[in-house]
């Protein structure tokens, strides 16, 4: 068996971190867990488990390591929030495991939750020993750059204003050689749909939102984008234990939807963004559900394609498999709705073993990539299952509607050197969907101009 410190990386913002604790801030963060920060749902689950074990190999991290038992769930728990409840001596090289082991070895997935005969939910567990190395300043640096980033522009990659709606002008411009009448209209109260996305679009990732405005101006969709903040819907800050700034992000987002006075809010294909708008920032900002409707792409694709609002004009039969991002497969059950879209779009999808809601994380969530570089290769090695997983499907193409998943697999495929490349649903609708004759015709001399 390894230990913790013995697979120890070298982290700048956990050196930095490490510089600057005293053993009177960790009792203050211990007591603040113990007292402020947890209650009733973290002792029930310290009292329950029975340190039985079955969730270890419910943990890719395990797996790949080779039933290493200090990667299980139970024994990331043991190392870490069973110390700060039991009220153990912690020290400033204790809170350097804590940080490496919450941050970096755990995505809190919640697979293992389900194999747990008493339904503990690790990710949870694992997310508040984030909140504890938070509060002292233990955080991975390339991640607490994104923090930092949502903190002071309300998005993720240091994205200026002005930057994000030359992103949208330029697109709406690019897309126009193909649909000559295509507007990707902003600020448009009353719209429909408030369509959003995760900071990395813009920057490095413009042709999904290219994608995406094809295929509202196919279905005839009334649909919006805001010029201003509040239009990423990703949050690092969730995953870094910076709850307060999560709160302000989210926020930012539900206020920029009600400001235009929107219906429903339909996001990208992101799986995190999607379990902070939908599951936790939203309960942080004390809203039972969502103060406006929230629908994930993957089940605006089905619907779209159910109602007939876009057609499907071929199938490719290229071998498909599916990942199931675990933020909206376990964390939302949209697996049905996952293959409907995929069955449509694919007529040779061979699934993965297990799937569904018993698929293996793609061990990128969590926050873990956005750790960065330093981490690449235990992230890489921590998910040898899916590599696996991947390779007995025989696909060529592997369907990931989730944009952590997208970045994570593709590490995986070419560390593992598997010949599969890695898709979004909207990557197969926008070549495959009919683009009947009047949209494509040219428009007519009439000016032009934003809304
Ligand atoms: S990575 Fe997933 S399966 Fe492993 S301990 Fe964390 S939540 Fe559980
Ligand atoms: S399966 Fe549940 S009860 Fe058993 S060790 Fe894991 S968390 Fe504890
Ligand atoms: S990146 Fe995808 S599979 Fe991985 S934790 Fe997120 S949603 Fe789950």
Redesign the pocket.
């Known amino acids: 068996m390894s230990t913790i410190r013995e697979r120890r990386i070298t982290d700048q913002g956990l050196e930095i971190g490490l510089a600057a604790l005293t053993q009177d801030r960790i009792r203050e963060a211990v007591q603040a867990i113990r007292n402020s920060e947890t209650g009733a749902k973290m002792k029930v689950y310290h009292e329950?488990?029975?340190?039985?074990?079955?969730?270890a190999p419910a943990c890719h991290f395990y797996v790949s390591n080779d039933n290493d038992p200090s990667y299980a769930?139970?024994a990331k728990?043991h190392q870490t929030m069973t110390r700060i409840l039991n009220g153990e001596d912690i020290g400033p090289q204790d809170v350097y495991d804590f940080a490496q082991i919450a941050y970096t070895e755990c995505n809190l997935c919640r697979r293992?939750a389900f194999?747990?005969?008493?339904g503990?939910d690790?990710g949870y567990i694992m997310s508040t020993v984030r909140r504890f190395c938070y509060k002292l300043g233990m955080v991975p640096q390339y991640l607490n750059d994104t923090g930092n980033s949502h903190a002071s522009t309300m998005n993720q990659m240091w994205v200026k204003e002005d930057e994000w709606t030359d992103s949208l002008l330029w697109q709406e411009e690019e897309a126009r050689d193909e649909f000559p009448h295509i507007r990707i209209p902003l600020d448009k109260e009353g719209a429909d749909i408030f369509y959003s996305v995760i900071g990395p679009e813009p920057k490095f990732q413009t042709q999904l939102i290219y994608q995406a405005a094809c295929i509202m101006h196919v279905a005839g969709l009334d649909w919006t984008m805001p010029s201003f903040p509040g239009w990423d819907n990703s949050d690092m800050s969730m995953y870094i234990g910076d709850f307060e700034t999560m709160g302000r992000v989210k926020k930012a987002h539900f206020d920029a939807a009600q400001k235009l006075k929107c219906k429903r809010i339909v996001m990208g294909e992101c799986g995190h963004a999607f379990r902070s708008v939908h599951d936790v920032g939203n309960r942080w900002l004390g809203a039972k559900d969502s103060p406006v409707p929230i629908v994930h792409s993957i089940k605006f694709f089905a619907d779209l394609i159910r109602e007939g609002k876009i057609k499907i004009a071929y199938k490719i039969d290229d071998p498909v498999t599916i990942h199931d991002p675990c933020n909206v497969i376990r964390g939302r059950g949209l697996m049905d709705e996952l293959r409907y879209v995929t069955h449509a779009l694919c007529s040779n999808v061979i699934e993965m073993t297990p799937n569904r809601e018993y698929n293996y994380c793609c061990c990128a969530g969590g926050g873990v990539i956005n750790c960065g570089p330093p981490y690449k290769n235990s992230r890489v090695q921590g998910n040898r299952v899916k590599a696996e997983q991947i390779k007995r499907t025989g696909a060529t193409i592997v369907i990931s509607p989730c944009h952590n998943c997208h970045s994570g697999l593709e590490d995986i495929v070419h560390g593992a050197k598997i010949d599969a490349k890695i898709s979004f649903l909207g990557d197969l609708i926008y070549p495959q969907m009919e683009k009947p004759a009047h949209f494509t015709e040219p428009a007519p001399c009439n000016g032009g101009g934003h809304v």
């Open positions: 329950t488990c029975m340190r039985c074990g079955m969730c769930p139970v728990v293992c194999y747990c005969p008493v503990i690790i």
